[in-house]
Every structure is written in C-alpha cells, then in structure tokens.
C-alpha cells in the first residue's frame, strides 16, 4: 500500500469521515498527533477500539482545549482501520481521496467477519481423515479443510497451500471478480511474508503431521518437514505427480471397460452398474486438475452401452447410441434406467425369479375381474389347460375361461384340473382303500399258494414207504419248526378221512 504524505488528503478524509477541521488537523499535524499517512492510521499502536485516539481528541491538553468527536465518528475509523488492514492482506492500493462514507459503509462487514473468524481457529481436534485409497479426493478434501478454518491474521489457512506463492498484479487481478467473496480473495492474494504467515505455516504443518501421523506412507513424506507449505507440496508431488495420475486413471478406465451387465441379479443390479460408472467419471474428472486429459462425453456414453450385455436391453442400447437427443452420460443412464424397470425382473442372464409365474396359475377368486379392459369369449371350453395351451390363448378367451371357472366353484361344480367333486383329502383315502383292497388280494393268493404246496407234501408223505412211528414223529417235528400250516387241522381234512378208511379195512 503506497504512502501518501499529503496531511492535506489525510485531513480532508477525516473531515469527510465526521471529525471537525480543528479535530482533523490536530490529528494530521506533526505538532498534534502526526497521523498524517494512511499507513500510520494502520499500524498507530492502539488498540482496535481506538480508545487512545478518541482519548487524545477529546481531552485537552497539548496545545489544544479538547474536541467534541461523536460515538459514531470513532465508529467511522475503527472501520477505516480494519478495511486498511484487509487490503494490506490482499496487497491492493487504496488512496486517501477514495476513503469517503459510501466507502466506509461497503467495508462494515468486516467488523463481523472478523469476529467470526476468530470462532474459526484451525485446532488440531477436528482434522479430516485420509483416504489412501484416492488421493485426489483427499485432497479436496484437505484444501476444504484449510479453508474453513483461520490463521493469525483472519485469513482462511488455504492461502499457505494455494498452488504459486506470488499473486498477479492487482490491475491484471479485478477485485470484482471475486464477486464480494472475501475469502476466496484472502486465499488467493494474502502475502507469503510478514509475521501472520510464519505463524500459519506453522499451523498448516500442525495440521498435516496430525492427519498424517496414522498413515505410515504419508507420514513418511512429511515427519520432517519444518513448513506446511513444503510438506504439503511433498505430499501432492508423490500422490498426484504424473506418474500417479497416470496409474490411477489407467485403473478407473479399465473399470469402465471390464464391467459388464447382462441382467438384474441380487448382488449385481443396474443401479449397481451404473454407480460404477459414475464413480469412476468423478474419479476422473478429479484427476483433470493434476494433468489428466479427462473424458468427453462421447466417450463416457460408449463405454456404458458396450458394457451392457442384456439382451431385453439391445433394442434401446442401439436406440441411444449415436443418437443426438442422448447426447450426455445422464440422458442415456436415465433412459436405460427407465427401460430396466419395465423389463420383468430376472437372476442373471436367463433365470427367472422366485416369485415368477405363468398367467395360468395366477388366482382370481379373491380380486377383481381378469383382464377389465377386454371382453371375455365366453364359447371356449371349460377344461384344464397345460401351462405351454393356456400361453397360447387369447386374452378373451383365458378371461370367459376364468369366468366360467370362477361361476362353476361358487356353485359347488366340478374342478375340470381334479376330474370330480371330491377334494384332496377324500382323493387320498379313496387311493388309500384301494391300495388296501389291492394288497389284501395278494396277500390271499400267496396263502393259497402255500396251503396247496403244504396239501401236496402230506399226500407225498402217505404214499412213501413204511417207517417206525418214531422214524415218523422225528421228521414230522422237524417240519413242525420249519412249517406251522403242515399242522394246521384245517388244511388235513382229507387225510383223516383215508386213515380211517384203511383202519375199517
């Protein structure tokens, strides 16, 4: 900020600013209290609130007999003190004659700014966390951090970071630019010297080594660091150099190209499929700022619909494809998005979900009329229909069958799928008596069967040669064991009758 030693130009601004003449002049004249520069107005030892300056003026003393300055005049140059020290921070010419009460009244605000931006001192509590995963992210998000908290001077820590240290001349730099952003301002002009920047380096430093300090790869670039600046530029040089640039957009390219969608499955939807593209743009575009050439939106569109692989998607797929009124990534996302809820969900390429079902085993009976829109033919036939039959039919047709279905059961009619009146349970204890009946027949065969085979061995037995009686019992014992119906009284009725026939012989 250039001096000006004209005592005339600094009277004439304390006069435009409320002070008498007599006031003004005491104030400017070496013989008073010789602030006669804008910059000796700046640095004069007081404190903020001009106590001493007010105290000067209005007691008497010194050669003069006291003036009368209001509350609000003091206000008027506390405010002229704190705009001239903002613009010693973001390195910009001011000159008496431009110091008027318009001026004053465009640069009030700084009394609140500077109050809260005293709430806002960097502290090494609430430091982010790092993602060694991207780093180009991390470090938006460190930059971030550096400007939201402030330094020594009320500047935003940023400014120790910004990427050159030297600012543009403030003719090639419009202060309207910035648009009344004053810490976007701060960030970019506040100076790399003085005292408040030797103290907000220190802080910076601070800050890094604390996020740093749990991650064994950065903490090794920045342990012995003796400036924030300089850690932090170690640590973009060896995370976001070429090199890294490079590697990382390799990866989030082959992504791109290496992921496919062939159909909504539970661990891999659409949605899915689309975040990772949007993921990897983002990635990309990051990457823009440290030398990457990042990716047109023709290229973004490409890769999508070459990844898509379903083949209910093709038809829209080739619809998007070169054509003008899908000219950006979003509008072809959005239109495939659209596309897939239609579609009939499906697990993977080919499998059908759980809850599928052919219209032939769809229920009516607890809803509203089938197909409303269409008039039933109600001449088809009431008969049960094979899934491959009924797909066949048409919508009339299947409605004047489930209406004649659904007339037939409320009158207690036959199911034409069961063949009868009977339900499940009658079916099943009719199959099972007739499954009884079945093998009480068997079971009568086999015993006639073994009484003939047993009637044939006692006729054998009485024609063969004579035996003692007890050559006979021994034998007839043994068959005894071996066959219980040889005994059975039932069975030897004509055997009785020759004995006793022969005895009366």
């Given at each position: ?15 435009r ?30 404190d ?6 007010s105290?000067n ?39 008496p004659p ?16 500077h ?30 951090t ?22 543009l001349?403030e ?84 992504k ?15 949605e ?81 979900n ?152």
């Amino acid at each position: 900020m250039a001096a000006v030693a004209d005592g005339v130009a600094i009277r004439a601004m304390l006069v435009r600013l409320g002070l008498s003449a007599a006031a003004a002049d005491f104030a400017a004249e070496e013989d008073g209290m010789g602030l006669n520069t804008l910059d000796d107005w700046c640095d004069c030892p007081c404190d903020s609130d001009l106590v001493s300056i007010s105290k000067n003026l209005r007691s008497p003393g010194g050669g003069h007999v006291g003036f009368r300055v209001s509350v609000k005049v003091i206000g008027n140059l506390k405010i002229m003190r704190l705009a001239l020290k903002h613009f010693r921070m973001i390195q910009r010419t001011v000159t008496p004659p431009e110091i008027n009460m318009p001026w004053i009244e465009n640069w009030r605000f700084l009394i609140e700014y500077h109050a809260s931006a005293k709430e806002k001192r960097a502290t090494e509590e609430n430091v982010p966390k790092l993602n060694d995963k991207d780093w180009a992210k991390t470090f938006d998000i460190m930059y971030s951090t550096f400007s939201e908290v402030t330094g020594a001077g009320d500047a935003p820590l940023a400014y120790v970071i910004r990427e050159d240290s030297d600012v543009l001349d403030e003719d090639e730099d419009d202060q309207e630019d910035y648009e009344g952003d004053t810490d976007l301002e701060l960030i970019a002009r506040a100076p790399h010297e003085g005292q408040h920047f030797i103290d907000d380096n220190k802080m910076v430093l601070k800050l890094i080594k604390k996020m740093c300090e749990d991650h064994p790869g950065s903490w090794s670039h920045v342990s012995k660091k003796t400036s924030g600046r300089a850690a932090w530029l170690a640590l973009k040089q060896h995370y976001l150099g070429p090199q890294h640039v490079n590697l990382s957009a390799a990866i989030w390219e082959s992504k791109m190209q290496h992921t496919h969608y062939s159909g909504e499955s539970a661990r891999f939807t659409f949605e899915k499929y689309c975040e990772i593209h949007q993921t990897a743009h983002s990635r990309l575009e990051a990457l823009t700022e440290h030398g990457y050439h990042g990716v047109d939106e023709g290229t973004k569109i490409r890769r999508f619909l070459d990844g898509i692989q379903c083949a209910k998607l093709t038809t829209i797929v080739e619809l998007c494809r070169g054509n003008k009124d899908f000219a950006t990534y979003e509008d072809v996302a959005r239109r495939l998005k659209d596309s897939v809820v239609t579609l009939k969900p499906i697990r993977g390429p080919l499998k059908r979900n759980r809850g599928d079902r052919d219209i032939a085993s769809v229920k009516t009976g607890g809803g509203g009329e089938p197909f409303p829109d269409i008039e039933a033919d109600m001449d088809v036939e009431d008969k049960y229909y094979p899934a491959e039959v009924w797909s066949k039919l048409s919508k009339s047709k299947k409605k004047g069958v489930l209406l004649k279905r659904k007339k037939r059961k409320g009158k207690g009619g036959k199911n034409p799928k069961q063949g009868g009146e009977k339900d499940n349970k009658a079916v099943i204890a009719t199959v099972v008596k007739e499954a009884s009946k079945a093998f009480g027949k068997k079971v009568s065969a086999l015993s006639r069967k073994i009484s003939a085979i047993g009637i044939a061995d006692e006729a054998e037995e009485s024609s063969g040669s004579e035996s003692s009686d007890q050559e006979e019992e021994q034998p007839r014992k043994k068959k005894q064991k071996t066959n219980n119906n040889r005994m059975n009284p039932a069975l030897r009725p004509k055997q009785k009758k020759k004995n006793k026939s022969a005895d009366d012989g």
